[in-house]
């Protein structure tokens, strides 16, 4: 029964990384760069009381590596919106899903971010938050598309620049699966039914 359950286990995770093309980025090098935007963030938060906003789900990952990663002391909220729906392309329109626990007048916010693409929901949520009245208001993201800008928002921490191809894994989905996987890589044809076309 146990070894029948963990046999399943074995092929689950086999079945989704057939589904990989790539890895664009290994776990020890998204590790070592979130290491290095937890420094900076310590050293310009030093002596402050620092409220980090997830953008759920995509940022759960990168919310709960960089969090462990500072010494600077923190909270942690989260704010659910959603502009993708089930899709691979941003509709520009977002819902609040969830909204904030607190309120953020007066605070040191930090939004984390798994990806800026379109840039769409970021901006939205940068100015939704800044109506709030934070004392200062910044964003870290994991991952961002420079050539799949629609717009500009200011990102003060970025771990990296990537080509404009849909990502999966640390965080990420295609249709909510992949999210699971300790590194970000890009998905085979055979997974958008084999014409490339990404559609979820
Ligand atoms: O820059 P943009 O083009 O607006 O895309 C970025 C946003 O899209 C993804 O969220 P999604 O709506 O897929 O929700 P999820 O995090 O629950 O997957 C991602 O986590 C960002 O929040
Ligand atoms: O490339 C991506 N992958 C997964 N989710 C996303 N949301 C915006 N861009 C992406
Ligand atoms: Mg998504």
């Not at 990663?69 to 909270?75: E, G, K, V």
């Not at 969830?98 to 605070?107: E, F, N, S």
């Amino acid at each position: 029964m146990i070894s029948s359950d963990l046999e399943g286990l074995v092929v689950d995770e086999a079945d989704m990384r057939a589904d990989l093309e790539k890895v664009l980025i290994p776990e020890e090098e998204l590790q070592a760069k979130i290491r290095e935007l937890a420094a900076e963030i310590d050293r310009d938060y030093e002596g402050r009381d620092l409220l980090l906003v997830g953008v759920l789900k995509g940022a759960v990952m990168v919310m709960a590596d960089l969090a462990r990663a500072l010494h600077t002391p923190i909270s942690m909220d989260w704010m659910a919106v959603s502009s993708y729906g089930s899709g691979t392309k941003s509709s520009g329109v977002v819902r609040i899903l969830k909204d904030l626990d607190a309120d953020i007048m007066g605070r040191d916010v930090l939004i984390v971010e798994d990806i800026v693409d379109s840039g769409l929901t970021l901006s939205w949520l940068r100015s939704n938050l800044e109506s709030r009245g934070p004392a200062s208001l910044e964003v870290c993201t994991l991952l961002r598309k420079p050539d799949a800008a629609k717009i500009e928002v200011g990102v003060k921490y970025i771990g990296f620049d990537i080509p404009n191809e849909f990502v999966i894994g640390y965080g990420l989905d295609y249709s909510e699966r992949y999210r699971n996987l300790p590194f970000v890589g890009t998905l085979a044809p055979h997974v958008y039914g084999g014409s490339g076309e990404q559609e979820a």
